[in-house]
């Protein structure tokens, strides 16, 4: 089966342009951009992305790996990659990450995930728990929320005055163009979901056992916040959307093309970085003979 796919990057079609006002009305969540001409419908077209998203996933452990054996053998010079997953409760960022990081070795993966800031987190800079969890030379570090809440949760429910987060936005874009110099490659990505979409995930959270422990009473309550996130959301994206770190919107109502986009988005940026797997910085021939040539570790296992 071929499909027809848009020769534009996935990225391109997602991000949000530098300087551009953000109408996030104006994107459907059910849209599913760089799909333009499956040749399939319905369930066989979820069934080719999630094909998609295999084969794709298959690559990413590969880019990963290479990323993180450059750390192992150069340090100094290793690139490191940050995921900003952002959404709204139900907007799937658990499946985006079970299912497309955990596509990569769990061993090279740096995640973490933001609640609420504990009594000694509060007691700090807001950006003193992200600095602490960034990933290392050489990792995929995946956010589950992240410093942008600290503009969004943080100003629906006015947690802080307005004169305490609005400078925020500054604070976030010099942290962010910090990383970016500093060799880290970041992808921030929210997660759009409709007010529907979102009405029929919180009520399978409620009708289906094994989803409980995902609700919290808290969540109805946010949700009739609903158009006080969206202009959160888009004031956020407005603001810290940078050449250098650029903000996407992934319309997310339908998880088979969250995780399509998604691994395409990574896969994109690994593209940039070149990776290699770095050369052996040994004598090749001279340890091959050694391996065939060495027979100590024998007599001795013999007594001899
Ligand atoms: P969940 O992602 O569903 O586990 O929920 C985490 C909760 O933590 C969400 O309700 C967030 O709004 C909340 N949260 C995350 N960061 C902050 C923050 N900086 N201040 C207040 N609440 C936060
Ligand atoms: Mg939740």
Same mark, same amino acid.
């Given at each position: 089966?071929?499909?027809?796919? *848009?020769?534009?990057?996935?990225?391109?079609?997602?991000?949000?342009?530098? !300087?551009?006002?953000?109408?996030?009305?104006?994107? %459907?969540?059910?849209?599913?951009?760089?799909?333009?001409?499956?040749?399939?419908?319905?369930?066989?077209?979820?069934?080719?992305?999630?094909?998609?998203?295999?084969?794709?996933?298959?690559?990413?452990?590969?880019?990963?790996?290479?990323?993180?054996?450059?750390?192992?053998?150069?340090?100094?010079?290793?690139?490191?990659?940050?995921?900003?997953?952002?959404?709204?409760?139900?907007? !799937?960022?658990?499946?985006?990450?079970?299912?497309?990081?955990?596509?990569? $070795? =769990?061993?090279?993966?740096?995640?973490?995930?933001?609640?609420? =800031?504990?009594?000694?987190?509060?007691?700090?800079?807001?950006?003193?728990?992200?600095?602490?969890?960034?990933?290392?030379?050489?990792?995929?570090?995946?956010? %589950?929320?992240?410093?942008?809440?600290?503009?969004?949760?943080?100003?629906?429910?006015?947690?802080?005055? /307005?004169?305490?987060?609005? =400078?925020?936005?500054? /604070?976030? $874009? /010099?942290?962010?163009?910090?990383?970016?110099?500093?060799?880290?490659?970041?992808?921030?990505?929210?997660?759009?979901?409709?007010? /529907?979409?979102?009405?029929?995930?919180?009520?399978?959270?409620?009708?289906? =056992?094994?989803?409980?422990?995902?609700?919290?009473? *808290? %969540?109805?309550?946010?949700?009739?916040?609903?158009?006080?996130?969206?202009?959160?959301?888009?004031?956020?994206?407005?603001?810290?959307? *940078?050449?250098?770190?650029?903000?996407?919107?992934?319309?997310?109502?339908?998880?088979?093309?969250?995780?399509?986009?998604?691994?395409?988005?990574?896969?994109?940026?690994?593209?940039?970085?070149?990776?290699?797997?770095?050369?052996?910085?040994?004598?090749?021939?001279?340890?091959?003979?050694?391996?065939?040539?060495?027979?100590? !570790?024998?007599?001795?296992? $013999?007594?001899?």
């Amino acid at each position: 089966m071929t499909a027809e796919l *848009s020769d534009v990057p996935v990225r391109e079609l997602l991000r949000i342009g530098v !300087g551009q006002p953000v109408d996030l009305a104006a994107i %459907d969540p059910r849209s599913t951009p760089g799909l333009p001409g499956l040749p399939v419908t319905g369930p066989d077209r979820k069934a080719w992305a999630r094909d998609e998203v295999r084969r794709l996933g298959a690559g990413l452990a590969r880019q990963q790996e290479m990323l993180f054996a450059q750390a192992v053998k150069a340090p100094a010079s290793a690139r490191r990659v940050l995921l900003v997953l952002q959404a709204m409760d139900c907007g !799937g960022k658990g499946g985006a990450v079970k299912r497309v990081a955990g596509a990569m $070795n =769990p061993l090279g993966l740096h995640i973490r995930a933001f609640g609420a =800031p504990t009594a000694e987190e509060l007691d700090h800079h807001f950006l003193w728990r992200v600095r602490r969890a960034l990933p290392a030379p050489g990792y995929v570090g995946v956010f %589950d929320r992240s410093h942008y809440e600290d503009v969004l949760v943080v100003r629906v429910d006015s947690l802080v005055p /307005e004169d305490v987060w609005r =400078p925020r936005y500054d /604070e976030i $874009n /010099e942290f962010e163009a910090g990383l970016v110099d500093d060799g880290f490659v970041l992808i921030k990505v929210f997660l759009h979901i409709s007010y /529907e979409e979102q009405r029929v995930r919180l009520m399978s959270r409620l009708t289906d =056992p094994t989803k409980h422990w995902k609700y919290h009473p *808290s %969540d109805v309550a946010a949700r009739a916040q609903w158009p006080e996130y969206q202009a959160a959301y888009a004031e956020a994206l407005r603001r810290c959307a *940078s050449d250098a770190a650029p903000w996407h919107v992934l319309p997310a109502d339908r998880k088979w093309y969250r995780d399509w986009a998604l691994a395409h988005l990574l896969r994109e940026h690994f593209a940039d970085l070149e990776l290699t797997y770095p050369p052996a910085d040994f004598d090749l021939r001279r340890e091959q003979a050694r391996l065939l040539s060495d027979t100590s !570790g024998k007599r001795k296992m $013999n007594g001899s």
